[in-house]
């Protein structure tokens, strides 16, 4: 989408949201986040760093991935946006943002769904998830965060319904002008945390439940079809962290926790004493940062803030929020790409690309089966910052070997993705990793500064922000001391969903 229709999409997006003038939003409050967005684009449109295969909003900050479903034809995904707050986070006036594709590739960024109701004290709206309820219509269930700094002096957190007003889930509304839920309201716990939040929507044996973060897994169950009266039930164990997603997955249930880094189990969930018993395997979604974060950036996270939906033909599709990008560019903030999750023989979370991110192919270079001796070959032809690379190496009697990627012409600055027998190291994140057949298998997908690697056909995952020079476009393989057969390589040039 250009310029010029998206500023088109914000200008519709201000007379949607004039729409809830009845909730004292100020006209002039709207007026000046849309004039702040479209100040900001010319600058972020200018970054040659700014990825082109990734969504992100127009300009300003995104944060969170809060709210994800396949509706009417739709893939949606909600996402917490302030349009004031620069490229650095803020806390007053993050609002939901959201946006649709028909194939998980290219996105449209539509208006903004709601905003904080200032008139009411509530000072952002936090993360939430986006559910069916009884009637089959989508529902969204968010966190109410008050004004003020300090939670303790003014009242906890509350957890408000939000639904649509059209089947095109653009215009939307607060159900009622009272919370769902809240400290003290139908057993859920006077004493709570204050923090509590990021209400997430799972359903199990025809009954309809809610976890939270900061909240000693806390559960409540929905007391009517249209999930606007619920009740606690009780807590279970494993909830971790921050933006919970929990959710039937083959025969076992999942859960995900944005830990630092992002980590998941697989386990058992007991509906009728509300109990997760973590009986399968545990591990690291992806690594993130791991343990060498840029020293020049605040956010710092990588891959954080999934949320996990099921799409028509039934699969289970993650999507999250990719942060640590430099400040001062208008911009800050995108989407992951689509990963579909399954479970291994071993039980163990799978994730791989959604197989239609393949029509963003453009150019294909393969190279032949090569053994490598002690030595760097660097790949003639094979250049470019917006890539996908596959490729399979056969252990041999290197002490290490692997990628160097965004490699310079002189051969000295490059990104390093490195196998010395036991670790993984991707630009500095160490993977630690066992490979009993002899093979390491990788997807590398590049984007300007972002890149999502695939380790072994999921197991795991590193995202990172990285930025080598903007002309470093090379491409190597290399091994130390020993070799190591290069029993597979493809890369494609990819185009922009722009």
């Not at 009266?229 to 999942?254: A, H």
């Not at 996990?308 to 911009?331: P, Q």
């Not at 670790?423 to 300007?448: H, M, N, R």
């Amino acid at each position: 989408m250009n310029m010029n229709i998206r500023i088109a999409a914000m200008t519709f997006c201000l007379s949607v949201l004039c729409a809830f003038s009845s909730y004292g939003q100020s006209i002039d409050w709207i007026k000046k986040a849309k004039e702040a967005v479209e100040a900001a684009i010319p600058e972020a449109e200018k970054d040659p760093t700014r990825p082109l295969f990734h969504f992100r909003p127009p300009a300003q900050w995104m944060n969170d991935i809060c709210g994800t479903i396949y509706y009417n034809g739709y893939y949606h995904a909600f996402y917490q946006y302030n349009p004031f707050s620069g490229d650095s986070w803020g806390d007053d006036y993050t609002l939901w943002a959201h946006a649709r594709s028909k194939d998980l590739t290219y996105w449209e960024d539509l208006p903004w769904s709601f905003i904080p109701m200032k008139e009411q004290g509530e000072r952002r709206c936090n993360s939430g998830s986006i559910a069916l309820d009884g009637n089959g219509q989508p529902t969204i269930l968010y966190t109410f965060v008050p004004e003020g700094k300090n939670v303790t002096q003014l009242g906890k957190r509350e957890q408000w319904a939000v639904a649509p007003l059209d089947d095109d889930l653009i215009e939307w509304k607060r159900v009622g002008n009272d919370p769902v839920m809240a400290a003290g309201m139908n057993g859920i716990p006077s004493s709570i945390n204050g923090g509590w939040s990021d209400p997430f929507v799972f359903k199990s044996n025809e009954r309809t439940f809610v976890t939270f973060k900061e909240s000693n897994g806390l559960v409540c169950e929905a007391m009517n079809k249209e999930l606007t009266k619920w009740k606690f039930v009780g807590n279970m164990d494993g909830v971790i962290g921050e933006c919970p997603n929990f959710f039937p997955l083959d025969d076992k249930w999942v859960l995900i926790r944005s830990t630092k880094p992002i980590s998941y189990v697989v386990g058992d969930f007991d509906s009728k004493n509300i109990s997760f018993n973590q009986s399968g395997s545990d591990g690291i979604l992806d690594y993130g940062f791991g343990d060498n974060p840029p020293t020049d950036r605040s956010w710092t996270r990588g891959l954080y803030a999934t949320n996990v939906f099921t799409d028509e033909i039934g699969r289970t599709i993650m999507l999250g929020w990719i942060n640590g990008f430099k400040a001062n560019r208008g911009w800050n903030g995108c989407m992951s790409l689509p990963r579909v999750l399954t479970l291994d023989v071993k039980k163990r979370l799978i994730q791989t690309p959604v197989h239609e991110l393949k029509q963003l192919r453009n150019e294909h270079h393969t190279i032949k089966r090569m053994v490598l001796n002690s030595k760097e070959k660097k790949l003639e032809g094979i250049r470019g910052d917006m890539l996908e690379i596959i490729t399979e190496f056969e252990l041999g009697s290197a002490k290490a070997f692997g990628l160097k990627i965004r490699q310079s012409d002189d051969g000295k600055e490059y990104i390093p993705i490195r196998y010395d027998g036991e670790v993984l190291d991707v630009a500095g994140t160490k993977v630690t990793l066992d490979l009993p057949e002899g093979k390491l298998k990788l997807q590398v997908f590049i984007d300007k500064s972002v890149m999502e690697v695939f380790i072994n056909d999921g197991v795991t995952s590193v995202s990172r922000v990285e930025y080598p020079g903007e002309n470093n476009l090379g491409i190597s393989v290399f091994a130390e001391n020993g070799d190591v057969i290069l029993s597979s390589f493809d890369a494609w040039n990819l185009k922009s969903i722009w």
